[in-house]
Antibody, heavy 121, light 106 residues
Framework: QLQLQESGPGLVKPSETLSLTCTVSGGSISSSSYYWGWIRQPPGKGLEWIGSIYYSGSTYYNPSLKSRVTISVDTSKNQFSLKLSSVTAADTAVYYC?????????????WGQGTLVTVSS | DIQMTQSPSSLSASVGDRVTITCQASQDISNYLNWYQQKPGKAPKLLIYDASNLETGVPSRFSGSGSGTDFTFTISSLQPEDIATYYCQQYDNLFTFGPGTKVDIK
C-alpha cells in the first residue's frame, strides 16, 4: 500500500519560489505503474491539478501554471518535488501529492494528507 | 481547456434520501470521468471511475452514470457518514475537476 507524505515550508513570501517534496513509502517511485503528481486546493475552494511526472522524467503540466511550475523526481530518495515560482497570494492553498495510474492516466488513487502553504509577507 | 460544472453547489437531504448530483463537461469526454468524495480536512477519495465503475471497497449505495457531456452521481440512501463535498474530474484532456457539491444532512 503506497503512502505519500508532503513536506516543505508552510509560509512563502510573495514573488519567491514555493518548494515542496513528496516522500513515497510502501513502493518504488521507479515503478512503471504510476505517474506522480501535485494537486492544490485554495482554502474553501475546489481542486486544481498542477502537474504529474513519470519516473523517467516525462511530465504533464497544467497549461495555466506551466510557465511557473517544475516537477522533478529523485529516485535515490524515493521522492518527487514541486517548485512554483513567482508566487502570489492566489497560490495560497493546501497542496496534495497524488498518484496517477500510468497505463491509463485517468484517476488519482493514492493521496498524501496535504500541506497548507500560505503566501504572505 | 475542458471546463466542468456541477449542480447543485450544495444540498441538504435527510438520512435515507436518494441524492443526485450532476456534472457537465464543456465538450464530449466520452466516459472519461471520475467522482471523488472529500471530507473536511481530508484528501479526496476516489469513489467512481470511468463514469460508472465503483472503486473497490466503496459502498454500493454510490453509483455513477452518463457519457459525452452529461453525467450523474447518485447516493441511493444517504447515510450520516456521507456528509462531504463531491467532485467530478475529467481526464479526456489533461485533468480538470468540477467545482464541487457540498452534501449536508437536513
Amino acid at each position: 500500500q503506497l503512502q505519500l507524505q508532503e513536506s516543505g515550508p508552510g509560509l512563502v513570501k510573495p514573488s519567491e519560489t514555493l518548494s515542496l517534496t513528496c516522500t513515497v513509502s510502501g513502493g518504488s517511485i521507479s515503478s512503471s505503474s504510476y505517474y506522480w503528481g501535485w494537486i492544490r486546493q485554495p482554502p474553501g475552494k475546489g481542486l486544481e491539478w498542477i502537474g504529474s511526472i513519470y519516473y523517467s522524467g516525462s511530465t504533464y503540466y497544467n497549461p495555466s501554471l506551466k510557465s511557473r511550475v517544475t516537477i522533478s523526481v529523485d529516485t535515490s530518495k524515493n521522492q518527487f518535488s514541486l517548485k512554483l515560482s513567482s508566487v502570489t497570494a492566489a497560490d495560497t492553498a493546501v497542496y496534495y501529492c497524488a498518484t496517477l495510474i500510468a497505463a491509463r492516466l485517468n484517476y488519482f488513487d493514492y493521496w498524501g494528507q496535504g500541506t497548507l502553504v500560505t503566501v504572505s509577507s | 481547456d475542458i471546463q466542468m460544472t456541477q449542480s447543485p453547489s450544495s444540498l441538504s437531504a435527510s438520512v435515507g434520501d436518494r441524492v443526485t448530483i450532476t456534472c457537465q463537461a464543456s465538450q464530449d469526454i466520452s466516459n472519461y470521468l471520475n467522482w471523488y468524495q472529500q471530507k473536511p480536512g481530508k484528501a479526496p477519495k476516489l469513489l467512481i471511475y470511468d463514469a460508472s465503475n465503483l472503486e473497490t471497497g466503496v459502498p454500493s449505495r454510490f453509483s455513477g452514470s452518463g457519457s459525452g457531456t452529461d453525467f450523474t452521481f447518485t447516493i441511493s440512501s444517504l447515510q450520516p457518514e456521507d456528509i462531504a463535498t463531491y467532485y467530478c474530474q475529467q481526464y479526456d484532456n489533461l485533468f480538470t475537476f468540477g467545482p464541487g457539491t457540498k452534501v449536508d444532512i437536513k
